[in-house]
T-cell receptor
Framework: DVKVTQSSRYLVKRTGEKVFLECVQD?????MFWYRQDPGLGLRLIYF???????EKGDIPEGYSVSREKKERFSLILESASTNQTSMYLC??????????????FGPGTRLTVT | GQQVMQIPQYQHVQEGEDFTTYCNSS?????IQWYKQRPGGHPVFLIQ?????EVKKQKRLTFQFGEAKKNSSLHITATQTTDVGTYFC??????????FGQGTTLQVKP
């Protein structure tokens, strides 16, 4: 059974803290993605990765960085958390053949609150 | 960049009524995907449409891709309380990533 896991379901951090969100997939997928989801704004792409050690900026990368040292793991880093980064963070993965991308599988999400 | 508009944002229906959500793009799409997110859950893939004019059915759900491949719809016949959630369309950009519509949140009154 396909599985994407995220390190925490709920997280509370203080302003200025460095925050790590971890995502692991067991499907040997090439592509991995980080989204944030806010009411009325849908899913917004923060960063994505097509391969190990490779990363591409999404639509809202400011204030975030990522790391992909292993194929199955994609980490999202908030260098200095701010209250406007309070949100639901969703990780996803998908397979790829040539230029064709397949459906995305999502993790359960991490609800991050920054106080 | 490429955008996709999804309407309506919210829909409240009585159980048994039909429901439709629409996705529109100003550019021709290579394909379109549909996802469902239950309250408190994460998006789950429903289907992908690729061909012009394509129609696919999953039980009470009917998915359609427009002839010009610029729009798509998801229709639910005789809604049930289990249909509650947010439905997203998503389109592939020319860089391969998915662009999601803002979603339509469906509420069903029993």
């Amino acid at each position: 059974d396909v599985k994407v896991t995220q390190s925490s379901r709920y997280l509370v951090k203080r302003t200025g803290e460095k925050v790590f969100l971890e995502c692991v997939q067991d499907m040997d997928h090439e592509n991995m993605f980080w989204y944030r989801q806010d009411p009325g704004l849908g899913l917004r792409l923060i960063y994505f990765s097509y391969d190990v050690k490779m990363k591409e900026k999404g639509d809202i990368p400011e204030g975030y960085s990522v790391s992909r040292e292993k194929k199955e793991r994609f980490s999202l880093i908030l260098e200095s958390a701010s209250t406007n980064q309070t949100s639901m963070y969703l990780c996803a993965s998908s397979s790829r053949e040539g230029r064709k991308d397949y459906e995305q599988y999502f993790g359960p999400g991490t609800r991050l609150t920054v106080t | 960049g490429q955008q996709v508009m999804q309407i309506p944002q919210y829909q409240h229906v009585q159980e048994g009524e039909d429901f439709t959500t629409y996705c529109n793009s100003s550019t021709t799409l290579s394909n379109i995907q549909w996802y469902k997110q239950r309250p408190g859950g994460h998006p789950v893939f429903l289907i992908q449409l690729v061909k012009s004019g394509e129609v696919k059915k999953q039980k009470r759900l009917t998915f359609q891709f427009g002839e010009a491949k610029k729009n798509s719809s998801l229709h639910i016949t005789a809604t049930q309380t289990t249909d509650v959630g947010t439905y997203f369309c998503a389109v592939s950009s020319n860089t391969g990533k998915l662009i999601f519509g803002q979603g339509t949140t469906l509420q069903v009154k029993p």
